[in-house]
């Protein structure tokens, strides 16, 4: 019997399910779990929230979670799309050892299953077209009609079904149904297609069948044939459930799963339906699936998301029964708390302007010691290049500083991080357009690593990066996809394209980084200091010029929402 091997885990109603049957040794004290992707497309958050769940129930029971590929639908579906779910599945951080499957493996058996169906005269073959049946089925108030195919001998039937099988008959011309009642109040349950004629090439199987198994005749068989004993899928499938059971019970396997239905996982400003991802993807309007900007797991990786933040944030948003739907505020919050304990701090101007600190020797660069992470000492620090010029943010000085405006302006004299104190002396403009090109500043010497030794205060910390070693840098800025909380939502004939944010992406050329940053390694993480969390894209980035992606701002409005819903008594 399995133990519970895992006990920090928070509980739900799945967890609660397997330990009754584990008391009760409903399957031997076995838990056997699936992960059933389609390969239609790359894994989203979405997925990623069911794979949590069933590779994490095995892990808990000492059970296996098997990989199986839901292929019936040869013309969707995609060699690219398989091998990327496997590698999104393993950057997660799962395993599901040699336990890889296909439904398409099982069509074999699948056939064999049906033909028995027909000989218990529990299926036919139906000759009506799609239309017919589709008026023939009924409404929910009203019953359906049976079809004039219905009282086909079993000989007739099994005649037929041979003969779809063998590319005698056009797509559409025929289906083969469940016989169970067509005045059923579950609509699914009025006879619904097991088999379809498509003659299309299917990925593995190639040109060897022209019917293919319907997803509800495939699932529950496919559970039953790998031993699955929770079958656990979205609360979509839950009027799905009486005829996963009918078509196990009509066939007595050897084992007998039982499917469980949780809440998808919907997230504000996002869109979770491949088919709108595909979309996505085909239109151009994303640069592919990993654009930084597509909640797939090949994004998120790109943007920054690490495999830890992602099971974290899955593990919080918990399994429930009722749809909901999570704030996107709350996986960027989950991102910012692993990037805050694990990247250095690094400093980065994205907008430089040139500040010239007239003071200073020429030619002289000191070494300034510089901490990488205030959260882990372990991390150790640094050493940063200072010199006679150097970049700050454009954004760091105003001529005319409004009120409570701290950060440099003339005359004022502030800090920069790690080095020293600086005044602002003069102001350097175009003369054709006016815009300020440099500041011309002095240093306090006194002031070496950051602190006047004479107490006094200045109400503002710059970062800032010297000239002559910067790195010169790309750097992508995203916001969210779409303006809208729900771009799903239907308003005056609009689609969730219409709602898409024309500036979820900026890219700044001409950046400067501190010289550190030249060396950089593949999906590296760091924090620019006060400008957020980065990720070196190693795809776009060339010799001499590396790309970052922002990951994410400082800005935290989750913790935000939080704390100010623990005020509210
Ligand atoms: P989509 O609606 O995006 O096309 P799907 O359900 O067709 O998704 P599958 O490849 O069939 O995609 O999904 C594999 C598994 O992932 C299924 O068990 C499905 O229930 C689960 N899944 C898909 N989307 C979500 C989601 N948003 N939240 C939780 N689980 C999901
Ligand atoms: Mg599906």
């Known amino acids: 019997m399995a133990d519970i091997v895992d006990t920090k885990t928070p509980s739900n109603f799945i967890r609660a399910i397997i330990e009754e049957d584990l008391k009760t040794g409903k399957h031997g004290g076995r838990v056997a779990t699936r992960f059933p992707p389609e390969p239609n497309g790359y894994l989203h958050i979405g997925h990623a929230k069911s794979i949590c769940l069933n590779f994490g129930l095995a892990q808990s029971f000492n059970g296996t979670c098997n990989l199986r590929f839901d292929d019936t639908n040869p013309a969707k579906e995609e060699v690219e799309y398989v091998d990327a779910i496997k590698e999104d599945l393993r950057w997660l951080g799962f395993d599901w050892q ?114 293919y198994p319907m997803y509800d005749f495939t699932h529950c068989i496919s559970d039953a044939i790998e031993c699955i004993t929770h079958s656990i899928c979205t609360l979509e499938f839950e009027n799905n459930r009486a005829l996963y059971d009918w078509v196990l019970d009509q066939l007595a396997l050897p084992c007998r799963p039982h499917q469980y239905e949780f809440a998808r996982l919907n997230l504000s400003y996002t869109v979770l339906s491949k088919r709108k991802l595909i979309q996505l993807v085909k239109e151009g309007i994303m640069s592919g699936w990993d654009d930084p900007r597509m909640p797939t797991l090949s994004g998120l990786r790109r943007r920054g998301y690490t495999p830890e933040a992602i099971r974290n944030f899955c593990e919080r948003i918990g399994v429930a029964k009722a749809n909901s739907v999570v704030d996107v505020a709350l996986l960027e919050h989950t991102i910012r708390e692993d990037l805050n304990r694990r990247a250095p701090r690094m400093m980065g101007v994205l ?219």
């Open 98 to 211: 040699d336990r890889e499957f296909f439904a398409s493996d099982y069509f074999d058996q699948l056939y064999t299953l049906a033909v028995r169906l027909i000989k218990d005269g529990k299926a036919y073959v139906d000759s009506l077209s799609a239309e017919e049946i589709r008026q023939y089925r009924g409404t929910l108030t009203e019953p359906g009609r049976e079809s004039p195919f219905r009282k086909r001998s079993v000989e007739e039937n099994i005649d037929l079904f041979q003969r779809m099988r063998d590319g005698q008959f056009e797509e559409g011309s025929h289906v083969l149904r469940a016989k169970i009642d067509m005045s059923h109040p579950n609509m699914l349950m009025r006879d619904p297609t097991l088999y379809r004629i498509r003659k299309a090439p299917h990925h593995r199987t190639g040109e060897q069948w022209c019917i």
């Open 351 to 569: 907008r430089p302007l040139k500040v010239t600190i007239e003071n200073y020797p020429d030619g002289q660069v000191e070494e300034l010691d510089a901490v990488n992470n205030p959260e882990d000492p372990a991390m150790g620090s640094r050493s940063v290049p200072f010199s006679k010029v150097i970049y700050i943010e454009q954004d760091d000085f105003r001529e005319e500083p409004p009120k409570k405006y701290f950060r440099l302006a003339p005359g004022r004299e502030v800090r920069l991080r790690y080095a020293y104190f600086i005044t602002c002396r003069d102001v350097i403009k175009d003369p054709a357009t006016g815009e300020v090109i440099e500041l011309r500043c002095t240093y306090d010497p006194a002031t070496r690593g950051g602190d006047a030794p004479d107490g006094r205060k200045v109400k503002a910390t710059l970062h800032w990066v010297s000239a002559a070693q910067a790195v010169d840098a790309r750097v992508r800025l995203y916001d969210r996809l779409f303006v809208k909380s729900d771009p799903d939502e239907k308003v005056d004939g609009k689609t969730f394209l219409d709602f898409i944010n024309p500036e979820s992406l900026e890219v700044l050329d001409g950046c400067k980084l501190e010289p550190a940053l030249g060396n950089a390694s593949a999906g590296a993480l760091y924090q620019f200091e006060r400008l957020g969390y980065f990720c070196f894209d190693i795809r776009e980035s060339s010799p001499g010029r590396p790309v970052f992606n922002r990951t994410v701002t400082l800005k935290d409005s989750w913790a935000k929402i939080t704390q100010n819903s623990r005020k509210t008594p």
